[in-house]
């Protein structure tokens, strides 16, 4: 991308800068995103969103900045300079929409850049995990009484795990004999765990468990902390859509415990962390307590291990398709990264009945 033509979009958005310098960003895996300077010095996030991707751009973007505008509300009290470092800004353009569409059919976003910033692309300490629990804990709780059904679904059935197993069905019909047999044993676990995997499904289903704004990308790396490592802001709302706290409480939980990358082979080397864990709910649950149901807190473990579990099906269904959603570095690395994902329940299933009481015990300290 030239400068010429990153500035031309740039001015395509209602601001008074000059635009001077870009740095391009290579942290996130889907869309194209640019850090730009302008003369004033004041830097902006400008981002292409991945149509392939996203079949509904402006619904997406429709739906983080309503999002946005909503936490802005919930922290008024706040003066104009926290509420641009807690909450994500948005810039119009001047024809008064939050999207610019290019000649070549490209959806285009910008971002007010928080400055002061840090992210962390993997949990080494307590600390980190529990301001990470904090942080996704208040964007859920202050979103709580946002309306989700006025959101679009910006991909549909992301975490439905009857749509999952249709899938995974489906690959193992049409795989070969080869992958077949390489994957015998992770076969058999998904087939041992379908109904306990379709629990909170059911829950959601029935309208037992309260739809909410969710997340549904609760990494660590999409949470800014301060110079003081606090939490700051969730980054990354690309795919804020209707769902369920377990989606985000379990996604977070499957990034920040896995003691391994999540393609690591040796499999001795992928533990489940349950201090961090402790850590992460210590923060969750005193941001979230007051606008979660009985119920709701019941199921957090188990969401730990279904989003574990949906990540691992994911890869093992791609590997018998023969790889072809996510990228491969080599013919196994699917394969490998499903075991990786299945040894983490396996460890995470040890140590759950203490997932539990620690949840409880905590909580009840919170009433005391």
Same mark, same amino acid.
């Given at each position: 991308?030239?400068?010429?033509?990153? *500035?031309?979009?740039?001015?395509?958005?209602?601001?008074?800068?000059?635009? *001077?310098?870009?740095?391009?960003?290579?942290?996130?895996? =889907?869309?194209?995103?640019?850090?730009?300077?302008?003369? &004033?010095?004041?830097?902006?996030?400008?981002?292409?969103?991945?149509?392939?991707?996203?079949?509904? !751009?402006?619904?997406?973007?429709?739906?983080?900045?309503?999002?946005?505008? $909503?936490?802005?509300?919930?922290?008024?009290?706040?003066?104009?300079?926290?509420?641009?470092?807690?909450?994500?800004?948005?810039?119009?353009?001047?024809?008064?929409?939050?999207?610019?569409?290019?000649?070549?059919?490209?959806?285009?976003? !910008?971002?007010?850049?928080?400055?002061?910033?840090?992210?962390?692309?993997?949990?080494?300490?307590?600390?980190?995990?529990?301001?990470?629990?904090?942080?996704?804990?208040?964007?859920?709780?202050?979103?709580?009484?946002?309306?989700?059904?006025?959101?679009?679904?910006?991909?549909?059935?992301?975490?439905?795990?009857?749509?999952?197993? %249709?899938?995974?069905?489906?690959?193992?019909?049409?795989?070969?004999?080869?992958?077949?047999e390489q994957a015998k044993s992770l076969i058999k676990?998904?087939?041992?765990?379908?109904?306990?995997? $379709? !629990?909170?499904?059911?829950? *959601?289903?029935?309208?037992? =468990? *309260?739809?909410?704004?969710?997340?549904?990308?609760?990494?660590? &790396?999409?949470?800014?902390?301060?110079?003081?490592?606090?939490?700051?802001?969730?980054?990354?709302?690309?795919?804020?859509?209707?769902?369920? =706290? $377990?989606?985000?409480?379990?996604?977070?939980?499957?990034?920040?415990?896995?003691?391994?990358?999540?393609?690591?082979?040796?499999?001795?080397?992928v533990q489940f962390n349950l201090q961090f864990y402790?850590?992460?709910?210590?923060?969750?649950?005193?941001?979230? &307590?007051?606008?979660? %149901?009985?119920?709701? =807190?019941?199921?957090?473990?188990?969401?730990?291990?279904?989003?574990?579990?949906?990540?691992?099906?994911?890869?093992?269904?791609?590997?018998?398709?023969?790889? !072809?959603?996510?990228?491969?570095?080599?013919?196994? $690395?699917n394969l490998d990264r499903s075991k990786n994902q299945?040894?983490?329940?396996? %460890?995470?299933?040890?140590?759950?009945?203490?997932?539990?009481?620690?949840?409880?015990?905590?909580?009840?300290?919170?009433?005391?």
């Amino acid at each position: 991308m030239t400068a010429e033509k990153l *500035k031309f979009i740039f001015e395509q958005f209602d601001h008074i800068e000059v635009f *001077k310098t870009f740095e391009e960003l290579s942290s996130g895996h =889907i869309n194209d995103t640019y850090l730009v300077t302008a003369d &004033s010095r004041r830097q902006f996030i400008l981002q292409r969103i991945n149509e392939g991707v996203f079949k509904d !751009v402006p619904g997406l973007i429709a739906n983080k900045v309503s999002v946005s505008q $909503h936490l802005l509300k919930k922290l008024k009290q706040l003066s104009d300079d926290e509420l641009k470092r807690r909450v994500l800004t948005f810039v119009g353009t001047k024809k008064g929409v939050f999207y610019y569409k290019d000649k070549e059919g490209n959806f285009w976003n !910008v971002m007010v850049y928080i400055e002061g910033s840090l992210t962390f692309e993997t949990v080494n300490n307590e600390e980190i995990a529990y301001e990470g629990g904090k942080l996704f804990g208040e964007f859920l709780n202050l979103t709580s009484d946002f309306d989700a059904r006025k959101l679009i679904e910006v991909i549909p059935n992301f975490h439905n795990m009857a749509f999952r197993y %249709s899938q995974f069905d489906n690959a193992l019909k049409e795989a070969s004999e080869q992958r077949i047999e390489q994957a015998k044993s992770l076969i058999k676990i998904t087939q041992d765990l379908k109904e306990e995997m $379709h !629990v909170l499904q059911n829950l *959601k289903d029935t309208g037992k =468990i *309260k739809l909410r704004v969710t997340h549904n990308d609760t990494k660590i &790396s999409n949470a800014l902390f301060d110079t003081n490592k606090k939490g700051l802001c969730v980054i990354d709302t690309d795919t804020v859509m209707p769902g369920i =706290i $377990h989606y985000d409480f379990g996604d977070a939980i499957r990034t920040i415990c896995n003691t391994a990358a999540e393609d690591e082979k040796n499999l001795e080397l992928v533990q489940f962390n349950l201090q961090f864990y402790k850590a992460y709910v210590k923060g969750f649950l005193e941001k979230t &307590s007051s606008s979660l %149901s009985p119920l709701e =807190i019941k199921y957090l473990p188990l969401g730990a291990k279904t989003m574990t579990f949906i990540m691992a099906l994911r890869f093992l269904t791609d590997f018998l398709n023969n790889d !072809v959603y996510y990228k491969t570095e080599y013919p196994e $690395h699917n394969l490998d990264r499903s075991k990786n994902q299945f040894k983490l329940i396996e %460890s995470l299933s040890e140590q759950f009945k203490e997932m539990e009481e620690y949840n409880l015990n905590f909580l009840g300290s919170l009433k005391e």
